[in-house]
Every structure is written in structure tokens, then in C-alpha cells.
């Protein structure tokens, strides 16, 4: 595998066309692969060709789908280990988490390789002697796959695999920030034996390729997964042509905790549900909503969690142990983050942690936890995406619920209680399109995938993934 280099791959061929980029460790800042900076001329090309692909993939017969579907669901878990080393280098991974980031893009394609024989019709009963009504689904036609540099590989994998399965033909983009592995998962369908121009993949400036992409007469759906202003602004580029959008946007998940939760199990929930990927994640614990009577020795405890949590680069030299948290993506991340902490601290919140120490070099943060803070604080208002939180108080169900429902964004909820009937009912009554209770890593392959509210449109994963590539035909028969 060349991952080295984050190429173009049009009409089955890879181009180093335009010029190239930096790609840059966040853990020294070293530099460790460059991407190709293509133009809209590069991805009309790349459209072009998914174009000219389609009609004879889309004919093809859904076992023979679902074979290549599993042909590079293997080739991906043998190369898992070269793939998450570079993936844990460019995005500032810990490696462990770049390790289950690749097996869990191996489950998507897995699973869609099953779907893609699941794509079933109807017959509905005659009104009429002879006549005969049938519904069936078609592949909508050319798909294309937006993807973020937080789970490059993951998230580009839980598109192609739903849309390939579906029998869409596709262009991809990813992220100029950690585009290496996930230009790797397109060699890995490459190298499985998708035909040439069924996959594509182009990079470059982000608005110039999206907008000659969405202007293109074979594109029929798109699917973007990043924050809602950009998703916004996708959605409005949609509607000129009638494109079908799937939007997977920025999310504030509250996590909630009852006086009757299990408070070491939630402690514990919220250091992997806050911290997860350094905190860079749509669906991470946003906002500690934590019932009075606890809230205290839930803050306390979680913030000695926080402060002795090992910070270091994500692949560490000479053997030395993988630290508990790596970087973030850059050091623009790092003063956006800050800014937060620094906003709720000016409104009257008190710092919980007590570190401030990181090393020297990289896109450091430590993590950081605060207490009191204010309902109109940027840290409980704002997305953080990144290592520091906020506890805010309840006294009532009826206060949590109003609370985590104050916000714009509903893509994933967190519930902690040892209550039965509370895991049962509060979610229902959260506006949010994914709830863990008691449970701090809820995404599997098998289950939807998206938001409520401005958190997006659409579902990804699970048989609902297959659908939002598939139109419906009705044909009206009389023999």
C-alpha cells in the first residue's frame, strides 16, 4: 500500500494530479505523507467517470455485490494494522483506537454485504382480474461521500459500504487533515476488484470540489457527515438539482445522571464517553447534567480521573506504554477549546481539574473538567470537540429532561440510572436520534446512525443505511 501519498483515483487509475500538501503529525508536528490538491476540473473528471460506470454497476446482481463487499471487508482486516499505524500518526490517534477504528469500518462493510441481498420488493393483491402491482428498489444513481478528519476511515467506510451495496456508483472526498488511511480504504476496493470508475476518490479545496460535485447532472445523493453550518449550506447546494442529502452533523449530547446511577460505572462512562478519540467526536458527552444531591462527588471523581490520565503521542517510541490521551487535530482546535473553558470561567464557573501540564511539543491539551457551570455558558451551549466539559445540576426528571432538550442539536443522549423504568422512559422523552443508557459507546453497524433536530436528515448503518441509495419503483402490469 502506498500510504504515503493521498492520491486521486478516477475511472480506476490513481493521479498525483495539481499540486501536493503537507500531511502533518499533530502529536510533533513532523511531517508524514502528502495529499494531491486537485481542482473542480479533477472532480468532474472523477463524477464523469462514475457516471459512465454506473449503468453496468447497477446491473449487476446483488450476490455479485455483495461478494466484493466482503472480498474487501477481508483485504481491510489484513491490512488493519498498517492502516491504523497511519491513521493513528495523522490524526493523533492513540493507536488502539485507530486499531478499532479499521475493525469497526471492516463491520460495515461486513454487514452491508449481507444487506445488499436484503434489498427486497412487494406484490401488492389486485383490485382488478390479471392486473399486477409491484414495488421494487433501484440504486438512485452517482453517490457522494463528504467525509471529516475526526473518524476518517470509519465514516468513510459507513457510506461506501451502503453505497456500493445499494449498486451506486461513487466519488469520495476526504479531509485535507488526515486524508492518508482513508485514501488507503479506496486502495483496499481498488485492490478487491471493484471496476473502474465505481469508486472514486478526488481531494482538494473542500468548497471548489463540492461545488463542481453537487453541479454535476449524474449526482443524485449525497451523504456529508460535519458540522451543521457546512451541512446547511450542502443541503441548500441539494436543492437546486434535487439531490437526495443525508446529513450527519454537529451534535451536544447531554449525559445525565441520576442520584440512583451506579456513580464509579458513570464516572467511568464519562471519562470513555467525554474522552474518546480526545474528546473529537459528534457523538461524545458534551454537557455533565448531574442531579444536585451527587453532583459534587461526581465532579469531584471524575475530575481526579481527568487529572490522572497519562498525555502523550498516540504511538509512542521504544515501546514505551500508549498514553491515555493523545492530541487533537491541530492548534487551532486546541485555542478553540480553550476559548470555551475560558468563556465559562468568566461566567462564574469553578475548575474541577487541576493540570495544566502537557508536553512540549504538539497539539496538547489537558484535560479539563468544570463545576457550576451556567446554562449560557459556551461550554454547555457550543459543540466542544475536544478534552473539557461542564457539570450543570438537576433536582427534578422534569429539569434534566427540559435541559438536555435545550439546544438546538439532538444527535446522541447518554441516560445513567439503575432505575429500569427510567432507562425506559427518559429517552423517550430525549430529542435526540441515539441514546446510550448507561452505556457510553452505543454505535454498532446493525444500528441507525443519525440525528434529530439540526443534528441532520437520514439514517446510516443498519437496513436504513441501504435505503437512502435506493428509489422505489412501482410498476403497474397488465399481462
Keep these: ?38 481542482s473542480a476540473g479533477d472532480a468532474t473528471k472523477a463524477a464523469d467517470a462514475a457516471a459512465e460506470a454506473f449503468d453496468g454497476w447497477s446491473r449487476t446482481t446483488a450476490r455479485h455485490r455483495a ?7 477481508d483485504l481491510l482486516a489484513e491490512r488493519r494494522d498498517e492502516l491504523a499505524h497511519t491513521l493513528a500518526l495523522e490524526a493523533g490517534k492513540r493507536l488502539p483506537e485507530a486499531q478499532g477504528e479499521v475493525d469497526f469500518s471492516v463491520e460495515y462493510f461486513r454487514w452491508f454485504a449481507e ?22 428498489r433501484k440504486p438512485i444513481g452517482v453517490a457522494l461521500s463528504l467525509t471529516p478528519w475526526n473518524f476518517p476511515v470509519s465514516i468513510q467506510a459507513r457510506k461506501l459500504a451502503a453505497m456500493l451495496a445499494a449498486g451506486c456508483t461513487v466519488v469520495g472526498r476526504v479531509s485535507e487533515k488526515a486524508p492518508l488511511a482513508a485514501t488507503g480504504l479506496f486502495e483496499v476496493l481498488h485492490d478487491a476488484g471493484f471496476p473502474a470508475g465505481v469508486v472514486n476518490l478526488v481531494h482538494g479545496p473542500s468548497r471548489e470540489i463540492t461545488g463542481a460535485l453537487m453541479s454535476h447532472p449524474a449526482v443524485r445523493a449525497v451523504s456529508f457527515t460535519g458540522s451543521t453550518g457546512v451541512g446547511r449550506q450542502i443541503m441548500a447546494s441539494a436543492s437546486e438539482r434535487v439531490v437526495r442529502p443525508l446529513l450527519e452533523l454537529g451534535g451536544n449530547a447531554p449525559f445525565i445522571v441520576f442520584e440512583d446511577a451506579d456513580l464509579d460505572a458513570a464516572v467511568e462512562g464519562a471519562v470513555l464517553g467525554r474522552l474518546r478519540n480526545t474528546g473529537q467526536s459528534c457523538v461524545a458527552a458534551n454537557r455533565f447534567l448531574v442531579q444536585d444531591s451527587i453532583a459534587e462527588e461526581f465532579a469531584q471523581k471524575l475530575g481526579a480521573r481527568f487529572d490522572a490520565m497519562s498525555i502523550g503521542h498516540g504511538v509512542p517510541d521504544g515501546g514505551a506504554p500508549v498514553p491515555d490521551l493523545g492530541p487533537v ?12 473553558v475560558d468563556d465559562a470561567l468568566e461566567r462564574g464557573a469553578r475548575r474541577v481539574t487541576e493540570r495544566t501540564s502537557v508536553p512540549g511539543e504538539g497539539a496538547f491539551m489537558a484535560p479539563t473538567l468544570l463545576a457550576d457551570v451556567p446554562d449560557d455558558a459556551l461550554l454547555v451551549t457550543e459543540e466542544v470537540f475536544g478534552p473539557a466539559a461542564g457539570v450543570v445540576t ?10 438536555a432538550n435545550t439546544t438546538e442539536m439532538g444527535l446522541a443522549a447518554y441516560v445513567w440510572s439503575s432505575n429500569p423504568k427510567r432507562g425506559w422512559e427518559i429517552p423517550e422523552r430525549l430529542e435526540a436520534g441515539i441514546v446510550g443508557v448507561n452505556d457510553p459507546l452505543p454505535s454498532v453497524a446493525f444500528a441507525p446512525m443519525g440525528g434529530a433536530k439540526q443534528s441532520g436528515l437520514g439514517r446510516e448503518g443498519s437496513s436504513l443505511g441501504l435505503e437512502e441509495f435506493e428509489e422505489v419503483q412501482y410498476v403497474a402490469w397488465r399481462p
Design 394 to 403: 438537576f433536582s427534578s426528571e422534569e429539569e434534566a429532561v427540559r435541559k
Design 67 to 73: 461478494d466484493l463487499l466482503r472480498a474487501a471487508a
Design 1 to 38: 500500500m502506498n500510504l504515503k501519498s493521498a492520491r486521486h483515483l478516477v475511472n480506476g487509475s490513481w493521479h498525483t494530479a495539481g499540486t501536493a500538501r503537507d500531511v502533518t503529525d499533530p502529536g510533533n508536528g513532523s511531517t508524514v505523507g502528502e495529499v494531491a490538491w486537485g
Design 329 to 340: 487535530i491541530d492548534a487551532d482546535r486546541v485555542s478553540a477549546v480553550q476559548a470555551l
Design 115 to 136: 444487506e445488499a441481498r436484503r434489498a427486497t420488493g412487494t406484490i401488492s393483491p389486485p383490485e382488478l382480474q390479471g392486473r399486477r402491482h409491484l414495488s421494487s
